[in-house]
């Protein structure tokens, strides 16, 4: 069976790493080796390790130079996932979703389509391309959003709105299934495996 590499993607709240983990243990059941990447904040030394830390330099460090690190852990781990041995590989954010986050960093000094062109050249900088085989955006609305994450304030609801735009205007570029995250976390697994299988 060739290595099928999927995005798990959307913005922070919508339940990505709840659909990771029954994807994992759904092909697991089947027979399938797969293998999930750790974040990448693992793939760059110059990333803040503790969240405690992250939470401080997402707001005093320059949203240029914190999208040029993420999109640089992103590409090691991309390569990390193109060499292992593994019939299905998880992507919990993969590259319309990391790329869009970095957009939602910038637009907050630029317009979106500076912010674009300015994520393009990191991205060729960084040689960070797509390769995933399927990309599955989950989507829920703000209301949603916020009673699963409880701790957000006015810039990180203004980020996450901003990532949100981004999703949908990277998304054009790829061939997307956007699945409705408000219903049952089994429900919402179902729909994804229905695209997949």
Not at 70 to 84: F, P, T
Not at 148 to 161: A, H, K, M, T, W
Request: aromatic fraction near 10%; charge should be positive.
């Amino acid at each position: 069976m060739k290595k099928t590499i999927i995005e798990i993607g959307g913005i922070d709240g919508v339940g990505k790493s709840t659909q990771v983990k029954l994807l994992y243990d759904y092909f697991s059941k089947k027979g399938l080796e797969v293998f999930i990447p750790d974040s990448i904040v693992h793939f760059n030394s110059d990333y803040p390790q503790s969240l405690e830390e992250r939470k401080g330099w997402y707001v005093s460090k320059d949203p240029r130079e914190i999208a040029k690190i993420n999109l640089v852990g992103a590409k090691k781990r991309n390569d990390l996932c193109q060499n292992i041995k593994s019939d299905i590989v998880l992507l919990d954010r993969g590259y319309i979703t990391i790329k869009s986050s970095a957009i939602a960093r910038i637009i907050k000094t630029r317009t979106f389509e500076e912010s674009k062109r300015i994520v393009d050249t990191l991205c060729q900088d960084a040689h960070y391309v797509p390769i995933e085989d399927f990309h599955i955006i989950y989507f829920a609305g703000m209301e949603l959003i916020k009673k699963r994450l409880l701790d957000i304030n006015p810039e990180f609801e203004c980020y996450l709105n901003n990532f949100r735009v981004a999703i949908d205007a990277v998304s054009l570029d790829h061939r997307t299934y956007r699945i409705d995250s408000h219903q049952d976390k089994i429900a919402v697994t179902s729909k994804t495996l229905e695209y997949l299988l």
